[in-house]
């Protein structure tokens, strides 16, 4: 076995993992930092398909800031088991049985699935970050331009809903 091999078997196993403590974590707080940690085996993937743009905006957006704006809301929750409401079994019996036809639904496209022609790869730099920015600057600038100015429009007003009012008494 080769190292990308090695490395991708223990980058599975260690989201797979991370995931299933994810779910069976008892506290709130834990299972977003397993999250994280799960993002972080995803970013591993990305670079041995060696889409390093990919791996770097997963760690930055989603590992960095969409799991700590997910701690603040779980941390400022104040989630305690006695103000828990009780929960149906019906309502349990409903998720068991979409639990169940949902894996149907996997198992039945696993086995339909061509093995053989699993993975088409043209070349190895398409997630390239120099790639990606060429490509970008140069077939893609007018609307590249469009949403910079989108983006720059929605800051103002989020400047301008947020300034306060000093005429208000």
């Known amino acids: 076995m080769n190292i990308t091999t090695i490395l991708f078997i223990l980058l599975s196993v260690m989201a797979i993992g991370s ?21 972080f085996a995803i ?35 104040n989630l305690n088991a006695e103000t828990e409401p009780i929960k149906n079994y019906r309502l349990q019996l409903v998720g068991i049985v979409a639990g169940g036809l949902l894996l149907l639904v996997i198992i039945s496209a696993i086995m339909k699935m061509d093995v053989e022609h699993l993975v088409q790869t043209k070349d190895g730099d398409a997630g390239l970050i120099k790639v990606l920015g060429m490509n970008l600057f140069k077939n893609y600038v007018l609307p590249f331009e469009i949403s910079s100015v989108l983006f720059l429009s929605a800051m103002i007003g989020a400047v301008v809903i947020g300034k306060k009012d000093e005429n208000v008494n």
């Open 19 to 39: 995931a299933v403590m994810m779910i069976s974590s008892k506290s709130p707080v834990h299972s977003v930092l397993w999250l994280v940690v799960v993002f």
């Open 43 to 77: 970013s591993g993937h990305y670079i041995l398909l060696n889409a390093q743009f990919l791996a770097i905006v997963n760690i930055i957006v989603y590992a960095g800031a969409i799991m700590v704006l997910f701690l603040f809301v779980v941390m400022l929750m």
